[in-house]
């Protein structure tokens, strides 16, 4: 038996909303504590608390849903100190593993283990000063870094940082729920001929704000 124990939000089953795996059926591991405050934030409840599990009562909830595919996210799920432990047991387990992270902190030893959903925070998220660029390095292809956008000065500050983004990494321009609209975004995107995916958070359109869907 596993003593390492996490703060967790949430478990549950669902259709992934975000990311290139959007539409699946996964199993959404929600960590509680985060070390930002964006202003956008819609899991504001996964900031602080949490019930406290051990990583054998994680498995088992995880094995109880009966889907292959599991994404990691948060709060901020790198804050948790066994995060590879559980990745490595998913792993044992024939899962694929998504880790969702916000960019801040390191995560040279998770990419080579999971697919990455890295963010890079904009400055209408008021936390763009804390993006640590070193990671982008570290992405590996196929893995993603998404921009949420919740202005046109998101937008052009979001296209003007895309050279630094590496050859073979899905980049996602994302509009803030009810902050841009998705149809201005896509014009902007077509206009510009910008080589990224216009991206939706297909939970929302189809659950709305309601949790643990």
Sequence with gaps: MSSESFYVAEIFASIQGEGWYAGYPH???RFSGCN???????????????????????????????????????????????LMMLVKRLLD??????????????????TPLSHIIMDIK??????????LYENLKFLKEGDEVKFVLTSRAD?????????LIPDGIIVDFSPAYNLISPKELAK???RDRLDV?????????????????
């Design 27 to 29: 199993i959404l591991v």
């Design 36 to 82: 930002l405050e964006c202003t956008y934030c819609d899991t504001s409840y996964a900031r602080k608390g949490g019930v406290r599990l051990e990583l054998d009562d994680i498995m088992r909830n995880i094995k109880s849903l009966r889907i292959k595919r599991v994404l990691i996210t948060g709060g901020e799920p790198i804050l948790q100190t066994g």
């Design 93 to 110: 387990e024939g899962l694929f593993v998504s880790v969702e992270t916000n960019g801040t902190l390191p995560i040279r030893d998770l």
């Design 122 to 131: 904009t400055p209408g998220s008021g936390m763009n000063k804390y993006n």
């Design 155 to 163: 937008y052009e500050w979001s296209k003007e940082k895309l050279y």
């Design 188 to 190: 902007w995107i077509l």
């Design 197 to 213: 995916k216009l991206h939706l958070q297909l939970h929302k359109i189809l659950w709305g704000d309601e949790r643990g869907r």
